[in-house]
């Protein structure tokens, strides 16, 4: 470490002032970075025009001075990176990764003379930047009291957004409005779309041992990091050193390039081991079935997870041609009010009625996956208590999925309620996917810490919940939200919005889609785990027709093309099947019809057979849901397709190369 310092200062004498501009690699993006009066600033240009106004930068500590004040430089450094990469399944097959990027060393100029640095990133659809902070001989660690980072945009943009501090974490509806209006924090990914016309989308990547960050405007007016408190009010403990996550600003031309923007998992590291063992997975569960009633969590006449149940669903995996099975209800806990029994919920024991041993080997028999179940209701301390047994049961179980579930309204860790975005919320997501990886378990999360491309380091965590998901339905989703998720959610990952329901006029459950708008989902919203989340018999013995479809589509690709788009109103997406040469369409509108001619040149040269799954005569997601349509016929890249998509509906299409 005195090595560096020497290296540091034996450069000449710090800088009282700088400014720079760090341009995108296509030069059309700059972040300008100043350094005034011993404070430091950024600004974001793109094309000449002013996206985010100088913003300051710093920290307010705890039982310490701010780290804000009297900077000097004491050198910056300039690097260019370009590397494409492969996922492990994904998105896309492969990234680009290529940025300017710009360092700057400072320090104070007066007092303790604290050293930080910022790095800045410049890509061509976004500028991200962090704060590294070394050890230094009188400073060691630090209490974050608050995080004072800027992002100055014009307040009169509209955002989409959901409130923070919420006792459902990220499960609201989005609501649009002008920045100016924006009272509460936030969430992010906190998409905006500039008066000029830029979208732009506010969030973190790498978020590690800290709270998570929400936005709201500070006394200047100014929209800043809200970072989510510990239970004493603190931001974030942290020893030294500690880098922040970073801090991200994706820029757009317009709302559909926003969805393909992979910074956030640019900004992640590479895997440090191999996880070849990893793999996507489409499932159905002993699930819906609970939710319409038909079927419980607790034990009883009508209990779901039974050995038989289980054996049946193992059945119907085999003769749909999905591999995998969630079971939830098998463990104690969900007699009584089961959000009442998080402190005691037992992870190790099957309930009387379901015997693991036998459903283990009946799934293993018939080269079915089981996903296993742990509701936690947010009380970390009862299950970390468990955590290591409950993942050896299962792997010993030959389970390599979870879905973990923190449904509670705040967490219990060390005795005390925290947000589940929590700095301690944060480690313990941190500390179940190390350990899940430890045990080649791969992990579906439910009332998850918000996505920020942590799953590049650790692909074992193949999706989260963290949004209003199709469990909502009964009256609390509208059409028009599968519409704003690309453009908002899904910028931090996949979701597992267990799509498919079919049984849509359900009483207990009335789902405000059409047929066709759920086969659209799968395309739409990409997910590591893909559920088909209805029961076997609506799909079997219902619609096999449509269920084709969901039996076909991948959960892994290999391209992504989006089509159309406007937030609020319709997302059209086409996405190539991972090593494979079989191209997939979603649409999806809000309650107002669209029609949309779809131009096929995102296909290569050669013919295709096309089976497309559109709404029917009169389809309505309220009058007339089940209308749907599906015809095939041969296509090439020249053709185009008609498609209307009824009110609360959409399309799926699947465009398979002869
Ligand atoms: C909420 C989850 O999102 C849902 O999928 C699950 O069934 C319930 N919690 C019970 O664990
Ligand atoms: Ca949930």
Redesign the pocket.
Known sequence: MFKFFKWLFGLGKPRSSYEKEVFSPNQRLAAKIMLKNGRITYSVVKDGKILVRDSYLGFDLRGDTPIRDNLMLVRALSKTFDDTWETKWGEEHYIRNHYNEETLYLSENSGKKRLFTLRFRVFDDGVAFRYEIPPQPEFQRLVIANELTEFNVDINGQAWHIPAYQPDRYEYNYEKSFIYELERSVHTPLTIETPVGYLLSIHEAALYNYGSMTIKPNTRGVLSSDITPLSDGAKAYVELPFNTPWRVIMVADNALELTTNRMILNLNDPPKENFDWVRPLKFIGI?WA??VGEWT?AEGPRHGATTEHAKEYIDACVRLGVPGLLI?GWNNGWNGD?LENGPTNDFLHPVKGFDLDEVAEYAKENGVELVG?H?TVGYVDNYERQLEEAYRYYAEHNIHYI?P?Y?GSFMVIQGRREYHHSQLGVLHYQKALELAAKYHIMLDV??PIKGTGIERTFPNLLSR?GAR?Q?YEGGALSPSHTTILPFTRLLSGGMDY?SGIFDITNGTKRIATTLAKQLAYYVVIFSGMQMAADRPRFYEEKFPKAYEFIRDVPVSWEKTVPILGQIGQYYIVARQGRDSEDWYVGGVTNEEGHRVRLNLDFLSDGQYEATIYRDGDGAHYREEPFAIDVSSRKVTKNDNLDIFMAPGGGFAVSIKKQ
């Open positions: 699930w609970m939710f969590w939830e089961w179940h509701e879905k579930g449904a439910h009332e919940e998901g469990e267990t």
